[in-house]
């Protein structure tokens, strides 16, 4: 079965700093991985996703992430904040283990406060 | 193009009553799910249609909850008895096809309040 982490609640940075959301998963099968913003009141916006390509995925807004099989991890970076980048984030997992579609599981979120 | 679209955006009921929830996914998009977001979680999964049948509905909460999408096109979440516990953000996401990693493309939403 399948199941995400999102190690922070919520994280705090300055505006122009880098940006890290901690993301792990659980999958019984080769899952695709994928990264959604939510911004207040709007819907959710593809970042990026993976599946089984490239491990270093670039996606929208000069986001990135890199999927570690090892570490079971599919962390979220951005070399340098913008308050733009204000926003819940999700990690989401998806596979097809006992399921002949993707089904799709949302991690809880992550908060990102960008302080001026 | 146009994207998925959802109305109304908001709807407020009282106990007790009957609403629709409609869905209308980007055209050719042969999978549509629904999903249910409380407040400060991530969505949760209620159910998947291929085409014009449920493949899934395993998410549906309880007999009140019931979807349909008779054409293989738009769709239409049904509650019956609405309780308190029903006010969420109900989302609806539709894909492509059966392709392994399709991403999910997102409307903005209904939000439900049962007073």
């Known amino acids: 079965a399948q199941s995400v982490t999102q190690l922070d609640s919520h994280v705090s940075v300055s505006e122009g700093t880098p940006v890290l959301l901690r993301c792990n998963y659980s999958s019984s099968y080769s899952p695709s991985l994928f990264w959604y913003v939510q911004h207040p009141n709007k819907g959710l916006q593809l970042l990026l996703k993976?599946?089984?390509?490239?491990?270093l995925v670039k996606g929208i807004n000069g986001f990135e992430a890199e999927f570690k099989k090892s570490e079971t991890s599919f962390h979220l970076t951005k070399p340098s904040a913008h308050m733009s980048d204000a926003a819940e984030y999700f990690c989401?997992?998806?596979?097809?283990?006992?399921?002949?579609?993707?089904?799709?599981?949302f991690g809880p979120g992550t908060s990102l406060s960008v302080i001026p | 193009g146009a994207g998925v679209s959802q109305t109304p955006s908001n709807k407020v009921t009282e106990k007790g009553k009957y609403v629709e929830l409609r869905c209308d996914p980007i055209?050719?998009?042969?999978?549509l799910y629904w999903y249910r977001q409380s407040l400060g979680q991530g969505p949760e999964f209620l159910i998947y249609f291929q085409g014009t049948g449920a493949a899934d509905d395993s998410g549906l909460p309880n007999d009140r909850f019931f979807a349909v999408r008779p054409e293989g096109s738009v769709s239409t979440l049904k509650i019956q008895r609405t309780e308190r516990g029903d006010s969420a953000v109900y989302l609806c996401?539709?894909?492509?096809?059966?392709?392994?990693?399709?991403?999910?493309?997102f409307g903005p939403g209904t939000r439900l309040t049962v007073l």
């Open positions: 055209s050719g998009h042969t999978a």
């Open positions: 996401a539709s894909s492509p096809g059966a392709s392994t990693g399709d991403t999910q493309y």
């Open positions: 989401v997992v998806s596979d097809r283990w006992k399921t002949s579609y993707d089904k799709v599981i």
């Open positions: 993976y599946t089984s390509a490239a491990t």
